[in-house]
């Protein structure tokens, strides 16, 4: 199972500033996401609160059995949450980060992420097409480390 986190305002996807975040709804997105990787399970968690998405991250990382990844999309919590980012560094499962819009072409804030350094690696500008690559890649990690 790959495990997708949407952080702050991120449940507002089709609503909010679609010339930034586009058009579609995150659900809508998620269903072709679904589709295109029919034999993984792909389980969607989206929270405004830092606690609960801090939560969320210690159940996949100690009490989930099959995640073999998070897509990580910590929304404004990305530039200043160091207790995300500390619960990333807590677990042992990879985490990539997505960000839809490319954060170091928007406001000078937006351009340091606290929460990336735990990360496997961050994917930012690439819409929602970032949510597949941060899948694409934790399955290709996932069947490297079965290799060995």
Do not use: W
């Not at 449940?11 to 975040?21: A, M, Q, S």
């Not at 406001?107 to 097409?129: D, I, K, N, P």
């Amino acid at each position: 199972m790959i495990a997708i986190i949407n952080g702050p305002n991120l449940n507002l996807l089709g609503k909010r500033e679609p010339e930034i975040y586009g058009n579609e709804t995150f659900e809508s997105f998620l269903r072709s996401l679904r589709d295109r990787y029919p034999l993984e399970p792909i389980e969607y968690y989206q929270s405004n609160s830092e606690g609960e998405i801090i939560d969320h991250i210690h159940r996949l990382g100690y009490e989930s059995a099959d995640c073999r990844g998070i897509v990580l999309n910590p929304g404004g919590y990305t530039h200043y949450s160091i207790a995300i980012a500390d619960a990333i560094c807590a677990i042992e499962i990879p985490v990539v980060e997505v960000h839809i819009s490319n954060i170091m072409a928007r406001e000078t804030y937006r351009h340091e992420s606290v929460t990336a350094a735990g990360c496997r690696g961050m994917l930012t500008g690439f819409g929602l097409e970032g949510y597949a690559m941060g899948v694409d890649f934790l399955l290709r990690i996932s069947r490297a480390q079965v290799g060995k």
